[in-house]
């Protein structure tokens, strides 16, 4: 069975940080690219960003600078470090598993194949 588990979400203040964790079972974790989602309120999901099966990297242009991704093929698991947290950062963040184009950085959801069921994060002001 195929399972994205994320955890490491929680409430934060402005300018604080937080790290999220994605563990993957149930496919060959090596042969994915993984990326990072985000969903707000009222919002359509959005991408945040990408690892690529090389670790090549991809950010959104509001994630530049302040968030960090990086995968741990050892232990199936793809981190997103969030620096700087801004309370429009405040959302249902969801890593997801792309097998098709694994070399590509892509962020449109379409192209996933999998997903996890998300975990909050609030940033407040």
């Known amino acids: 069975e195929v399972q994205l588990v994320e955890s490491g979400g929680g409430l934060v203040q402005a300018g604080g940080s937080l790290r999220l964790s994605c563990a993957a079972s149930g496919f060959t974790f090596d042969d994915y690219a993984i990326g990072w989602f985000r969903q707000a309120p009222g919002k359509e999901r959005e991408g945040v960003s990408c690892?690529?099966?090389?670790?090549?990297?991809y950010y959104a242009n509001f994630a530049e600078g302040r968030f960090t991704i990086s995968r741990d093929n050892a232990k199936n698991t793809v981190f997103l470090q969030m620096d700087n947290l801004r309370p429009d950062d405040t959302a249902v963040y969801y890593c997801?598993?792309?097998?098709?184009?694994?070399?590509?950085?892509?962020?449109?959801?379409?192209?996933?194949?999998?997903w996890g069921q998300g975990t909050q994060v609030t940033v407040s002001s």
């Open positions: 690892v690529n099966r090389g670790d090549g990297t």
């Open positions: 997801a598993a792309r097998q098709r184009n694994p070399w590509a950085v892509l962020v449109s959801p379409e192209e996933y194949d999998y």
